[in-house]
């Protein structure tokens, strides 16, 4: 028999692509994961009577292969799945507002001096980029060119920075234009003249699909049918290192829970963890400048404060975001309102999330630090009631984010044209091309390169075409 498809990481990507190969080929696979659950960022974890989510994780349906996919898996248990519109909303200054923020909407609810101030600075801002030209090479560049700097700084420039904790000039412009709606000043006069004018196309994923029983069981029915076909998944496994020759992986090193180390043959191998750790495990058989790149990809990483509540429900939506430069934490997850079904009766859970770069001084507070700062942004939530708090747990989550540093584009587009040269080896997924993308877009490039790898001959040409088709940070 001839040498297994090696894939490490068994997350939304890893084992979409297992699924796929097992499905329409004979071929051996291996799915390695040192997590002791399949899933990756997307699995979810007991509390009590609680299943919870690391921050929160819906299935976004758009009717392509990987929707299909999720249905498919749950065929004979249709009612399992739910289904629901995002709920989302913006808080900021002790309002609610549609998210993504709408300029329209925040002008009619702000003071109106502070609108007149925003608009009037909107205006000197396009006339003087009119008038200067100035390159825009950075996030804040960008906003400020498009918002002016007070509203840019209120909506999302004050985020931003909160978030990666960064300053937002050493951020790559090429995330603001990812992330951030712009605006049509004329249809925003029309709005606040109440002569016409159309509220802005929302741009993010408005429907989801959601586990009752949380995210996590999507992987694993998914991890069920990759073993059910004769598929091999080795949890709490790490890879170590790979063994490459003439531009062939000839195997892995792998160890197990007690550092026991194997070498494995691999016939090809699928990538599906953070790049910098992939090149990483190559040693030094890398030139030097794909090393230096590597290390100039970072993440940020996230900690979850999830405290729970003696009372039904607090709000109706999924999630809101916090946008004031006064709150410590970025986003609250109200998990019930995705699936009744996750928080014990009578009880509502609330996570709280935080950004930090593992190791500095909020990863090291302990749990009782950590709530106590929580406790400190709920005051300041005009809805929330302390008295009804009954219990919390904390839970951090290393390298979550990929960031998006100026020219990081640059680096990953090194290592990626060294990786192109591999004959028999491909880094997919959110991780394995440092994109910051969703479970959907995870569970497609899985199914794509499964495709591509179920065949006898798997061809370079359509490793190559799969890299064109994905590996872009905008579009
Ligand atoms: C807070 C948060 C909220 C999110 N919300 C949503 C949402 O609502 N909807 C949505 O669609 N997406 C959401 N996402 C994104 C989603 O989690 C990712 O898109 C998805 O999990 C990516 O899947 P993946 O398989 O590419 O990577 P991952 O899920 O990261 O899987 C990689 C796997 O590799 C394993 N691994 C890492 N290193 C090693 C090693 N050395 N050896 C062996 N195994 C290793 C990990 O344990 C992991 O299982 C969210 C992400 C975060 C952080």
Not at 99 to 127: G, H, M, R, W
Not at 216 to 232: N, Y
Not at 350 to 371: K, N
Not at 415 to 422: A, G, K
């Amino acid at each position: 028999m001839s040498d297994p498809i090696i894939i490490i990481g068994a997350g939304p990507a890893g084992l979409s692509t297992a699924y796929k190969i097992l499905k329409e080929s004979g071929k051996k696979v291996v799915v390695i994961d040192k997590a002791p659950a399949v899933g990756g960022a997307g699995a979810s974890f007991k509390w009590k009577g609680n299943i919870l989510d690391y921050g929160p994780h819906a299935f976004h349906t758009r009717g392509d292969k990987a929707e299909q996919l999720i249905r498919s898996l749950f065929k004979d248990d249709k009612e399992s799945l739910l289904e629901g519109r995002k709920n989302v909303y913006v808080y900021l200054k002790n309002k609610k507002f549609k998210y993504p923020l709408q300029v329209s909407e925040a002008l009619l609810k702000f003071n109106p001096f502070l609108s007149i101030k925003i608009i009037s600075e909107f205006i000197l801002t396009s006339i003087f980029h009119a008038i200067v030209s100035i390159p825009i090479d950075s996030f804040e560049n960008w906003g400020r060119k498009r918002f002016g700097a007070t509203l840019y700084r209120m909506s999302f420039g004050d985020y931003t920075e909160k978030v990666w904790k960064t300053k937002a000039a050493k951020i790559s412009e090429k995330f603001a234009s990812e992330k951030i709606q712009g605006f049509n000043f004329i249809d925003l006069i029309k709005r606040l003249l109440k002569v016409g004018g159309q509220v802005t196309d929302e741009p993010y994923f408005q429907t989801w699909i959601y586990h009752k029983y949380g995210s996590g069981e999507l992987f694993k029915r998914m991890s069920e049918k990759v073993t059910g076909m004769g598929g091999e998944i080795l949890l709490n496994t790490s890879i170590k290192s790979v063994e490459l020759k003439d531009h062939n992986i000839q195997s892995v090193t792998i160890s197990d829970k007690e550092d026991n180390l194997t070498k494995v043959p691999c016939g090809y191998l699928v990538n599906t963890i953070p790049l910098p750790q992939f090149i990483g495990l190559f040693n030094n058989e890398l030139p030097f400048i794909l090393r230096h790149s590597a290390s100039k990809l970072s993440y940020i990483s996230l900690i979850v404060v999830y405290i729970e509540f003696n009372i039904e429900k607090i709000s109706d939506s999924s999630w809101f975001y916090l946008l004031d430069k006064h709150f410590k934490f970025n986003r609250v997850t109200e998990q019930k309102n995705l699936s009744p079904f996750t928080i014990e009766d009578g009880k509502t859970i609330l996570s709280f999330e935080l950004t930090c770069r593992e190791g500095d001084e909020f990863w090291q507070l302990s749990d009782e630090e950590l709530f106590a700062i929580a406790k400190e942004d709920c005051k300041k939530i005009d809805f929330i009631d302390l008295d009804n708090i009954s219990d919390f747990i904390v839970k951090r989550v290393p390298d979550a984010y990929e960031m998006y540093y100026k020219n990081f584009d640059k680096h990953a587009d090194l290592i990626f044209s060294y990786l192109r040269e591999l004959k028999n080896c491909v880094s997919i997924g959110r991780r394995g091309l440092f994109l910051q993308g969703d479970m959907h877009q995870s569970v497609a490039m899985g199914l794509h390169m499964g495709e591509i790898l179920a065949d006898e001959n798997p061809g370079n040409k359509n490793v190559q075409e799969f890299y064109s088709k994905y590996l872009k940070y905008i579009e």
